[in-house]
C-alpha cells in the first residue's frame, strides 16, 4: 500500500506530525510519500490512500490545502483518506472550550468541502513565538496570557501529544493492513 501524507505547515509543526505519522506507517511495512501542499500538488489518484494534515491560523486551515482538498474530493471520498487538524485550541488550557473549538473547526472544513474521511483527528500543535513577527507573537502572546497559558517569548513550546499521534497511525495502519488483506 503507498500511502501519500499531504499537508500544509505554516510554522513546521504540522510538517513534523506528517514525518511521525510516515515514520510509524513505515515501521508497519507500508510505503510513504510526503507532499508539501504549498510545495507540490500531488494526484491521489497516484496513491492507494491519502492522509491530509492542516494547522488552524484565523480559524481556517491553509489555503493550499482547502484547494487541494476541493480539486480531489471525489478521488478522496473514493479511496480510504483521513484528516488531521492541528490547533492551540487543542492544547489544554489555552482556550476555555479546547477540544470542542478544535473539533468544530475540523466539522466544518469537513462539512464544507464535502469530503468524508474514514478518520480525522485534532491534535496539539506547537507556540513557536521564535518564528513569529513582531505582530503575531505580540498577538499571541496576549491570547495565551489571558488563558493562563506560555508567555516566555524567546522559547517555542510544542503541545503536540506524540502519543496520539501514534495512535492515529495506528488506525490509518491497521485500515491499510485489514485493506492489503483483502486483495489477497
Given amino acids: 500500500m503507498h500511502i501519500l501524507i499531504a499537508f500544509g505547515t505554516?510554522?513546521?509543526?504540522?510538517?513534523?506530525?506528517?514525518?511521525?505519522?510516515?515514520?510509524?506507517?513505515?515501521?508497519?511495512?507500508?510505503?510513504?510519500?510526503l507532499a508539501d501542499l504549498e510545495r507540490e500538488q500531488p494526484d491521489p489518484c497516484d496513491f492507494d490512500s491519502v492522509v491530509v494534515?492542516?494547522?488552524?491560523?484565523?480559524?481556517?486551515?491553509?489555503?493550499?490545502?482547502?484547494r487541494w482538498v476541493a480539486r480531489h474530493v471525489a478521488t478522496?471520498?473514493?479511496?480510504?483518506?483521513?484528516?488531521?487538524?492541528?490547533?492551540?485550541?487543542?492544547?489544554?488550557?489555552?482556550?476555555?472550550?479546547?477540544?470542542?473549538a478544535a473539533q468544530a473547526i475540523i466539522d466544518g472544513f469537513l462539512e464544507t468541502s464535502g469530503w468524508h474521511p474514514v478518520g480525522s483527528t485534532s491534535l496539539a500543535g506547537a507556540l513557536m513565538y521564535r518564528e513569529y513577527n513582531w505582530l503575531k507573537r505580540r498577538m499571541l502572546k496576549a491570547i495565551v496570557a489571558k488563558a493562563g497559558g506560555d508567555t516566555d517569548t524567546s522559547r517555542d513550546y510544542e503541545y503536540t501529544d506524540w502519543f496520539a499521534?501514534?495512535?492515529f497511525?495506528?488506525?490509518?495502519?491497521?485500515?491499510?493492513?485489514?485493506?492489503?488483506?483483502?486483495e489477497r
Fill in 10 to 33: 505554516t510554522e513546521g509543526q504540522t510538517a513534523r506530525i506528517a514525518e511521525r505519522i510516515a515514520a510509524r506507517l513505515a515501521e508497519a511495512g507500508h510505503t510513504t510519500s
Fill in 53 to 66: 494534515g492542516a494547522s488552524v491560523h484565523l480559524g481556517k486551515y491553509q489555503g493550499e490545502v482547502t
Fill in 76 to 100: 478522496l471520498n473514493a479511496m480510504p483518506s483521513w484528516f488531521y487538524g492541528v490547533s492551540l485550541s487543542e492544547a489544554g488550557g489555552l482556550t476555555a472550550d479546547g477540544h470542542a
Fill in 165 to 167: 499521534v501514534d495512535r
Fill in 169 to 182: 497511525a495506528g488506525e490509518i495502519g491497521r485500515v491499510q493492513a485489514l485493506a492489503r488483506l483483502s
